[in-house]
């Protein structure tokens, strides 16, 4: 355990399914972030919260939907994903610069 | 935009060996991190490198920062099969927390 959870760890769900991936940190870091990791891509930057404020959106598309209730959980909200949407879905979770990020487990994502 | 590359992509490497992986990356920062991930596993930390000229060893692996050159490398000693997995380097800009990701470097060592 890092101290970043994620559930689920597997998720299949179809092109008109609505689903909530969870994050979850005890670690006292105000900043939280999702990425996505594709095969054979670099880890893509999709939303940032600082202090529960949404601070950054890597032009993610609305089918992607960001909730930060408070600074220790984080959720992303999906609906009528795409097949090529398909990837392991990382939370991660940081305090200071030069202290690096903390990631989960991950969630991976299959839509079918 | 800003541009993180990490080269060779791939490596296979025999146990004993000796190699270098390269992090360039194209805009100004002084603080780089290297990561491991092992095959459906998340990302685990292995080096924060702060300042130019910073280098940082644990065991067979020894990574180094040069912020003019803007390049990183993470250097393998005597490799053995455990160090199978893929590395990551990351970039963080001097302003905000943000971190831009590398492509990856996926290190395989064979008998």
């Known amino acids: 355990e890092t101290g970043v959870t994620q559930t689920p760890r597997h998720l299949v769900m179809g092109m008109t399914n609505k689903k909530s991936l969870k994050c979850e940190q005890h670690l006292g870091h105000n900043a939280m972030y999702w990425y996505k990791q594709s095969a054979k891509k670099p880890l893509e930057l999709m939303f940032v919260?600082?202090?529960?404020?949404?601070?950054e959106n890597n032009s993610v598309p609305s089918r992607f939907s960001p909730e930060c209730p408070n600074s220790s959980h984080l959720f992303l909200h999906l609906h009528t994903l795409q097949p090529e949407d398909s990837a392991l879905y990382l939370c991660?979770?940081?305090?200071?610069?030069?202290?690096?990020?903390?990631f989960g487990s991950g969630t991976r994502l299959t839509v079918v | 935009e800003l541009k993180v590359e990490q080269n060779p992509l791939f490596l296979s490497m025999q146990e004993g060996k000796n190699y270098t992986i390269y992090c360039n990356y194209s805009t100004t920062s002084d603080r780089l991190y290297w990561y491991r991930q092992d095959p459906g596993k998340s990302l685990e930390s292995l080096f924060v490198?702060?300042?130019?000229?910073a280098v940082k060893q644990e065991g067979r692996l020894m990574a180094s920062l040069d912020t003019k050159a803007r390049l990183s490398t993470l250097h393998i000693t005597a490799a053995v099969h455990d160090l199978s997995a893929t590395y990551f380097c990351?970039?963080?800009?001097?302003?905000?927390?943000?971190?831009?990701f590398g492509t990856g470097t996926s290190l395989t060592v064979i008998p």
């Open positions: 490198l702060l300042s130019n000229g």
């Open positions: 991660a979770s940081s305090q200071d610069r030069g202290r690096g990020y903390t």
């Open positions: 990351a970039v963080e800009l001097n302003t905000g927390n943000q971190f831009y």
């Open positions: 919260y600082n202090f529960k404020e949404q601070t």
